[in-house]
């Protein structure tokens, strides 16, 4: 079976960094996304890692360490717009995905 | 990038209805596509994997008779909730995969906008 872990929330000022970590354990591996979603739509894209090793894309970094079965999204210069559930989702052909994390930005 | 429309956004059924849920890839073909149902505050739950021309495999636990999908080409999928009972009340959302995932874009896996369904 599939089992991936993140935490339920966090909370983080405007302006600060906050890192989300996610770890798995799954029958198979073929990379892991990160999607950003807001109540009531559907995700959105953030990164992909199928590779160990870090991925920047502006504000927003994932890391993967595929010996470990681990990775983070680390969001930078938090936005209030960044206030969303963030999901980490193990592909193996199909997307098994976690339960989400709630990101709260305070100002 | 590409494009999934998925229809309707919001529908609102009688129970013991049936109500079908559309999905088409726009500018890409999609052998496979996938079916979520997300209940509020949860994550996305797979519930069947559509295959362009052959029968849905679906997850332990979901029921093919009552959730009847069809992928009769390489752009639409459907989904029908049979029967329809106010526990079937959810936000479903359907993906589809254009391309074997690859280092350079990752994304190759795109989400329909979603459909939320009520059943009073």
């Known amino acids: 079976g599939q089992n991936i872990d993140q935490p339920t929330e966090m909370t983080a000022t405007e302006g600060a960094i906050v890192q989300i970590n996610c770890t798995y354990q799954t029958s198979g591996f073929n990379g892991l996304f990160w999607y950003q979603q807001h109540a009531g739509e559907a995700p959105t894209f953030l990164s992909y890692?199928?590779?160990?090793g870090l991925e920047e894309k502006g504000r927003f970094s994932s890391f993967l360490s595929r010996s470990k079965g681990y990775s983070y999204l680390l969001l930078k210069e938090l936005q209030m717009k960044d206030s969303a559930s963030y999901l980490c989702a193990v592909n193996d052909y199909k997307l098994s995905f976690g339960a989400g994390t709630t990101v709260t930005v305070r100002a | 990038g590409a494009v999934v429309s998925q229809h309707p956004s919001r529908v609102i059924c009688k129970s013991g209805t049936s109500v079908k849920i559309e999905c088409r890839s726009l500018d890409f073909q999609a052998t496979t596509m996938f079916w979520y149902r997300q209940f509020p505050k949860q994550s996305l739950m797979l519930m069947a994997t559509?295959?362009?021309?052959?029968?849905?495999?679906?997850e332990q636990g979901v029921e093919k008779d009552k959730f009847l999908i069809n992928h009769a080409s390489l752009t639409l999928s459907t989904l029908t909730v049979t029967s329809a009972h106010p526990e079937d009340s959810s936000f479903y959302i359907c993906?589809?995969?254009?391309?074997?995932?690859?280092?350079?874009?990752?994304?190759?896996?795109?989400f329909g906008e979603g459909s939320w369904l009520t059943v009073v």
């Open positions: 890692n199928v590779l160990d």
């Open positions: 993906s589809a995969r254009d391309a074997p995932p690859d280092r350079a874009s990752g994304n190759t896996i795109y």
């Open positions: 559509s295959n362009e021309g052959s029968k849905a495999t679906y």
